[in-house]
T-cell receptor
Framework: KQEVTQIPAALSVPEGENLVLNCSFTDSAIYNLQWFRQDPGKGLTSLLLIQSSQREQTSGRLNASLDKSSGRSTLYIAASQPGDSATYLCAVVGPSNTGKLIFGQGTTLQVKP | DAMVIQNPRYQVTQFGKPVTLSCSQTLNHNVMYWYQQKSSQAPKLLFHYYDKDFNNEADTPDNFQSRRPNTSFCFLDIRSPGLGDAAMYLC???????????FGPGTRLTVT
């Protein structure tokens, strides 16, 4: 059974710092991995999607990497801003590609001005 | 510009009183999903439609039903809500299974 873990559960950094959020999954046979952002009481915003054949994806100040063999993904946020404060969730789709996302518990990020 | 729309954003219902949550999309995606997210927990898939084909998760309670009358709309029916069903209900869509999923703003359900 696939399990997704995100460490740390919470992170507080000063504005301008570069930071890395971690995601690990127990079954390396995944179809893809997706990173989301969730603001309090709101829905999920898709940040990046990495296919299982890819090593990384970039969007603006965000860079996500995938090491399928070790069951790990990282989300790198450059030059963090207070507006980046939110909960970041990673989720994987299994190899059968039903589309079912299995989520980690998330990392709650606070960027202090 | 809203692509996945959920109504209402907040719903209060009484214990045992049926409730319906609505989701619509302007993306013309083939797949629509319903997730349940309880406080401080990760979202959990309840079921999804791939076109007209309904796929129920094994551990989704029978109390939860869904309808997809056309490509654009999908409904979540809770036949007899219990206190444990209070949660955020998230609708998502994707072009195909495994494609990027786009979420709506969610409906927060309170059961009194």
């Amino acid at each position: 059974k696939q399990e997704v873990t995100q460490i740390p559960a919470a992170l507080s950094v000063p504005e301008g710092e570069n930071l890395v959020l971690n995601c690990s999954f127990t079954d390396s046979a995944i179809y893809n991995l997706q990173w989301f952002r969730q603001d309090p009481g709101k829905g999920l915003t898709s940040l990046l999607l990495i296919q299982s054949s890819q090593r990384e994806q970039t969007s603006g100040r965000l860079n996500a990497s995938l090491d399928k063999s070790s069951g790990r993904s990282t989300l790198y946020i450059a030059a963090s801003q207070p507006g980046d404060s939110a909960t970041y969730l990673c989720a994987v789709v299994g190899p059968s590609n039903t589309g079912k996302l299995i989520f980690g518990q998330g990392t709650t990020l606070q960027v202090k001005p | 510009d809203a692509m996945v729309i959920q109504n209402p954003r907040y719903q209060v219902t009484q214990f045992g009183k049926p409730v319906t949550l609505s989701c619509s999309q302007t993306l013309n995606h083939n797949v629509m999903y319903w997730y349940q997210q309880k406080s401080s927990q990760a979202p959990k898939l309840l079921f999804h439609y791939y076109d007209k084909d309904f796929n129920n998760e094994a551990d989704t309670p029978d109390n939860f039903q869904s309808r997809r009358p056309n490509t654009s709309f999908c409904f979540l029916d809770i036949r007899s809500p219990g206190l444990g069903d209070a949660a955020m209900y998230l609708c998502a869509t994707s072009r195909d299974p495994g494609s990027e999923q786009y979420f709506g703003p969610g409906t927060r359900l309170t059961v009194t």
